[in-house]
């Protein structure tokens, strides 16, 4: 399967839209050991997700060691829940090219995040991988995202009066028109549900990837309602925190998901309410 055609069955056997973010933070953690860590967040909730996001940035920092444990990690996740590479990348030609084969053949995620700053050269080597997702950066959920992402711009090219869009609107349309071979999202943040709105307007076929609820405050009802496709689908609700620290102690597996079915069962009854 492709990556759509894995995420897609993934999400109708568990009913869920729930991706976790796998993010080890030792200053959090009540286990030390990252790998056996990440495998009790697994084994507790394997059957309560859509998908897995390890954060690469969360791995690199840990150095040799956090990049084995990354390794072990995507090799336990069961190959019909789809992993995704949260990476950000995004670089010039070869480059390009070496992020891409690392993230997708020597790590072996299913999908990766990218940056589309440095235009459609720099993600062609990502596109490329049919099989696998690239979900661009469009609109992000951290507040800083506005000093960019909101600027408008104006084509020369367009009609009369519609020559004016924000750059997340840009980059929404140039994804769309890059999707030639069905594997491209776009990462949209929860905690701005009007551009979320507009970017599921833009884009209504394609997988959205919604990190912001929980920690950063973003509203689910918005997030499942705006984020969904017409069948109530291709909407990727991703929590970290929320859910693999929600406790601190030897229960930590068990209180995952604990908090991995509330929000599961929440993301569902705001679904059947949409």
């Not at 009007?194 to 833009?202: I, P």
Request: with cysteine; glycine share 10%.
């Amino acid at each position: 399967m492709n990556f759509l055609e894995k995420l897609l069955n993934a999400a109708r056997t568990n009913r869920s839209l729930l991706c976790i973010g796998l993010d080890p933070d030792p200053e959090l953690m009540p286990w030390g050991d990252v790998a056996e860590f990440n495998r009790a967040i697994v084994d507790a909730t394997l059957d309560l997700v859509c998908a897995y996001k390890p954060n690469l940035a969360f791995y690199e920092a840990l150095g040799i060691d956090g990049l084995k444990a990354l390794e072990k990690t995507v090799d336990y996740i069961p190959a019909d829940i789809p992993v995704i590479g949260d990476a950000k990348r995004g670089d010039i030609g070869n480059t390009a090219r070496a992020y891409a084969r690392a993230l997708f053949e020597t790590l072996g995620f299913d999908a990766a995040t990218v940056n589309p700053y440095l235009g459609y050269d720099s993600l062609e080597p990502f596109i490329e991988y049919r099989e696998k997702g690239v979900f661009i950066l469009c609109r992000t959920s951290n507040a800083g995202s506005a000093h960019f992402q909101d600027l408008l711009l104006y084509e020369k090219s367009a009609k009369a009066g519609e020559g004016v869009k924000a750059l997340f609107e840009v980059v929404a349309q140039r994804a769309r028109e890059w999707n030639t071979f069905g594997n491209v999202g776009l990462v949209v943040g929860a905690t701005y549900p009007e551009e979320l709105r507009r970017v599921r307007e833009l884009c209504p076929q394609m997988p959205l990837l919604i990190p912001g609820i929980g920690a950063q405050g973003g509203d689910l009802a918005s997030a499942v309602r705006y984020g969904v496709d017409a069948q109530g689908e291709k909407a990727i609700i991703s929590s970290s925190r929320q859910i693999i620290y929600a406790s601190k102690g030897k229960d930590f597996a068990e209180a995952a998901r604990g908090a991995a079915l509330k929000l599961r069962d929440e993301i569902n009854r705001y679904l059947g309410a949409a």
